[in-house]
């Protein structure tokens, strides 16, 4: 599937320089410093209250950083609310409202579509034959973009009937709709099986192969971050303690430490 031609969809790196993140007393980031190479997939892993939701809200706007600095493509983030980051190209996969169960697959994705419209097909009620036409462009890609996350069979399907693997692929197939230039993406595969852990792999390596689009995820499960990710940074009570290839990062002697330190590592590592 081909990325739309627009100058402002040069690649960019997202650099993350010594943000700090204090709730009344508790140090939840501490100098977190990491950059996103453009077209590459990063993960953020750690143990549980490593920092990591912290870390991926203060990237998407919802929690302002105490300090430190979040630049991405020439913009300063960090005092953005989400709404101008998401128009920066920065997108994450619960963006403003979770999917609409009743709703086909296609509605969904066309809320998606609905910060690129220009003369607005919505508020126009789609009456004058231009906003018509803006639709249905929006629509075709919509569908395309479908077709990209393996969609394309369920397009008029309420997404509420879709099992769960399915309906998280159209969340990620909803935040494409926006046309970023880096996806922040929530552990994609909590709650999956193997099969749809798979399937969900797959399209993310789609993602940054097939379109160019940085990634940059949250994540839990350590074999898929191992296979997946190009690089890892690793958090420990809000302080980043390895940064670099999976390979570097899996013989960190801190960070086996670390997650010897907990029950959930053992199961993990
Ligand atoms: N809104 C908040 N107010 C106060 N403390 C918070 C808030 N959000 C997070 N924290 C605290 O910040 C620390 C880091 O939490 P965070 O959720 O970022 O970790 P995490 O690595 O995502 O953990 P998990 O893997 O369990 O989701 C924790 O001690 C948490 O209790």
């Known amino acids: 599937m081909p990325a739309p031609h627009d100058d402002a969809r040069d690649p960019a790196p997202l650099e993350v320089r010594a943000v700090t993140v204090r709730f009344a007393g508790l140090t939840a980031l501490s100098e977190v410093s990491f950059t996103v190479a453009p077209g590459s997939v990063h993960a953020v892993i750690g143990p549980n209250g490593a920092g990591k939701s912290t870390c991926f809200n203060v990237l998407s706007g919802v929690y302002r950083a105490t300090s430190g600095s979040v630049r991405f493509g020439g913009a300063e983030l ?23 169960a009743h709703q086909p697959v296609i509605d ?36 395309e ?4 996350a393996g969609l394309g069979d369920h397009l008029d399907t309420p997404v509420g009937l879709l099992p769960y693997g399915v309906r998280k692929r159209v969340e990620l197939a909803r935040a494409l709709c ?9 552990e994609p595969v909590a709650g999956m099986n193997g099969e749809e852990r798979t399937e969900m792999a797959a399209l993310i390596g789609a993602v940054r192969r097939g379109l160019g689009i940085s990634v940059l995820l949250v994540e839990h499960d350590m074999g898929m971050v191992m296979r997946l990710a190009d690089r890892i940074t690793v958090l ?24 010897l330190g907990t029950s959930a590592g053992q199961e993990d590592m």
């Open 78 to 100: 960090t005092a953005l609310p989400p709404h101008r980051i998401a128009a920066l190209g920065v997108a994450r996969t619960f963006q403003n409202i979770a999917l609409s």
């Open 108 to 143: 969904n994705l066309m809320l998606g579509r609905h910060r690129l419209t220009r003369a607005g097909f919505v508020s126009s009620g789609l009456r004058l034959p231009s906003a018509r036409r803006e639709w249905a462009r929006h629509r075709a890609r919509a569908a």
């Open 145 to 148: 973009i479908a077709g990209f």
């Open 178 to 186: 926006m046309e970023p230039r880096l996806l922040l993406l929530d």
């Open 236 to 259: 420990d009570f809000g302080r980043r303690i390895a940064d670099g290839t999976p390979g570097q990062v899996q013989d960190d002697p801190e960070v086996v430490r670390a997650y």
